[in-house]
């Protein structure tokens, strides 16, 4: 079975330019989530939906960010305009209970 | 004080060694816990679950202190391959996972 897919894996960016990230979730899955990881803030969890509904955004660091789940094999997490400090890891995780499944993530560099 | 604590280590054992982390959590709510292992430049993998009565899977030991809001890995004979950082995790319901910071443990030869 496919686990969850992510795309692209690398994205380098300059500053002030807009950033969109995909996930595809597991089939069957019906929670999503998405992360950010650094060094300094280790993982933390941005938003999270719920049969394709956001439940909670608070974790979102700024109106910069936005995500949005068109249907319950796809979601996107958008940065407009992108800033240096935005550049993390960008995790997507699915899961049908509360166990939940990571993809590979995406490594965002903005310059 | 953060949801979820966890000794960052690093935590530096010999092959063969028996190794164990502790992870604090601050939210009686959470309802169920997991440990998962994230290699340099990877994405977190579960690891495995926590249960009240404990979670033996191989080398790997999981176990729960509700009263003293805890959660435990045990890692016995320890490999080279063991070597990762280790996420615990709270989930508290309502989707909302909090993660920890990890814990970095290397097994040398």
């Known amino acids: 079975d496919a686990g969850v897919i992510q795309s692209p894996r690398h994205e380098v960016t300059e500053m002030g330019q807009e950033v969109t990230l995909r996930c595809k979730p597991i089939?069957?899955?019906?929670?999503l989530f998405w992360y950010r990881q650094t060094m300094m803030r280790g993982l933390e969890l941005l938003i999270y939906f719920n049969n394709n509904v956001p439940i909670d955004d608070s974790g979102m660091p700024e109106d910069r960010f936005s995500a949005k789940m068109p249907n319950a094999s796809f979601s996107t997490l958008k940065i407009q305009p992108s800033e240096p400090r935005d550049s993390a890891v960008y995790f997507c995780?699915?899961?049908?209970?509360?166990?939940?499944?990571f993809g590979p993530g995406t490594r965002l560099t903005v310059t | 004080r953060k949801e979820v604590e966890q000794d960052p280590g690093p935590f530096n054992v010999p092959e063969g060694a028996t190794v164990a982390f502790n992870c604090t959590y601050s939210?009686?709510?959470?309802?169920?816990f997991f440990w998962y292992r994230q290699d340099c430049r990877k994405e977190p993998k579960l690891l495995m679950s926590?249960?009240?009565s404990g979670n033996e899977d191989g080398r790997f030991t999981a176990q729960l202190n509700r009263a003293s809001q805890y959660i435990s890995l045990l890692i016995r004979d320890s490999k080279l391959s063991d070597s990762a950082t280790y996420l615990c995790?709270?989930?508290?319901?309502?989707?909302?996972?909090?993660f920890g910071a990890g814990t970095r443990l290397f097994v040398k030869a």
């Open positions: 995780a699915s899961s049908r209970l509360d166990e939940q499944y």
């Open positions: 939210n009686s709510a959470s309802q169920s």
């Open positions: 926590v249960y009240s």
């Open positions: 995790v709270g989930y508290t319901g309502g989707f909302k996972t909090i």
């Open positions: 089939s069957g899955h019906n929670s």
